[in-house]
């Protein structure tokens, strides 16, 4: 049996009663002769409600049919329930559906094409192609976006044939009768949502963010009162700034950048002081290594945690001096670099290779230095014994 799907008519149609035509052997799933919980479809998420009283954790698309799955059994096997839909939760996303087809529509304007639509939990998404778009057409289109949210236009829902309906935004490839929902003067959309009765009721439209997809880019974007709820984190957020910097909101980003490019600076600054400690250090160690049998200085430097980044400095100060050999490991994660000077006679990438593929491991490098890692400390124990 079809179901009757309430809410393609009323979007606003909170509370029903319904008949339970079928459910599942262990009572979580129900069928209901009408129902006015939307299913996931079209980017927009499930409803969540109650049917007699039982909590709906998801909805979902048959076709013919639609789906409530409840949080535990429903007592009666059929009969008339009633039904209620989380309020809160559906106009939220009837004000981002809505808000999805105003901005759509606007940057349709602007020369972008939406291809796709997300709607999560605590924003939206629309991913568009065509003009290159950045942060002025996102504010450009953010404020025609929300002009017509001011004039308060009418979004009206009709059904129309396919083979008759025109002016769509983006053609249909669904045969028989359409459900167009219609933004006065801007927008015509086949869509299966739910939606808003007028651009008012949207509230507000607020673009956050780009991110270039591909040949796309994603708009992300908040409306009505998860705009103002955002809006309200991000105003914190930029209070709690200017009160450590003790200067007027609109002056942080500016002070922002200034205390930026003074770290960047000192980072630059120990990096070269580092380098250069490394330097006297690895000098150091090499005038206080005897060398071996076969002529060689052998230095070492094993950490239990951190990189061979912290050792790479060091092992090429050592091995810049005449005769010289250094191998440098961390515990965790399972590491080794093996570096060696001009002319100590062995090819280090060759070298350490070998070693890692006796022990499970792989890595490599050039002549004068190499690194690698291993699965296991012991595994790593075994590599630097055959080095």
């Known amino acids: 049996m079809m179901t009757e799907r309430l809410y393609y008519q009323d979007a606003y149609l909170r509370e029903f009663r319904a008949r339970v035509i079928e459910r599942s052997e262990d009572g979580h799933t129900v069928y209901l002769d009408r129902t006015a ?3 996931t479809s079209g980017g927009q998420p499930h409803d969540l409600g109650t049917i007699g009283g039982v909590a709906v954790n998801e909805v979902v698309d048959e076709e013919e049919r639609i789906a409530q799955r409840l949080a535990e059994p ?19 996303h009837m004000q981002q559906h809505t808000g999805q087809h105003l901005l759509s529509a606007v940057l349709e304007e602007m020369g972008l094409s939406t291809v796709s639509f997300h709607l999560a939990a605590d924003y939206a998404t629309i ?6 778009m950045d942060l002025r057409t996102a504010a450009e289109a953010e404020r025609r976006a929300n002009a017509v949210i001011y004039e308060n236009r009418p979004v009206v829902v009709r059904f129309e044939s396919a083979v008759e309906a025109q002016g769509l935004r983006k053609p249909s490839e669904r045969e028989g009768t359409l459900r167009i929902i219609a933004i006065e003067g801007l927008d015509r959309s086949a869509c299966g949502g739910t939606h808003v009765r007028a651009t008012g009721e949207i509230g507000v439209v607020l673009i956050r ?4 997809i591909r040949q796309s880019t994603r708009v992300e974007f908040l409306c009505g009162g998860r705009a103002v709820r955002r809006a309200r984190a991000d105003c914190e957020a930029l209070a709690k700034a200017a009160q450590l910097f003790s200067a007027p909101l609109d002056e942080v980003p500016g002070m922002l950048a200034a205390e930026l490019e003074v770290a960047r600076a000192g980072e630059k600054a120990r990096k070269k002081l580092e380098l250069e400690l490394a330097g006297y ?4 160690l090499y005038a206080a290594t005897e060398p071996g049998a076969d002529g060689l200085r052998r230095g070492m430097r094993r950490l239990e945690r951190g990189n061979l980044e912290e050792i790479r400095a060091l092992a090429q100060n050592f091995t810049a001096q005449p005769k010289a050999l250094f191998v440098g490991a961390v515990s965790e994660p399972p590491s080794v670099l093996l570096a060696v000077s001009a002319d100590a006679g062995i090819d280090a990438g060759k070298e350490l290779k070998a070693a890692l593929v006796e022990s499970g491991g792989r ?3 050039t002549a004068r230095i190499a690194q690698g890692s291993v ?13």
Do not use: M
Not at 376 to 382: Q, R
């Open 375 to 387: 699965a296991s400390p012991e595994a790593l124990d075994k590599v630097l014994a055959r080095l």
């Open 281 to 284: 250090r690895g000098k150091e």
């Open 37 to 39: 919980f939307y299913p």
């Open 209 to 212: 963010k780009l991110e270039k």
């Open 363 to 365: 890595g490599g490098g």
């Open 74 to 92: 429903l007592g009666a096997a059929e009969g008339e329930v009633d039904c209620a839909i989380d309020w809160g939760r559906r106009f939220d």
């Open 127 to 132: 991913d568009v192609e065509g003009l290159a």
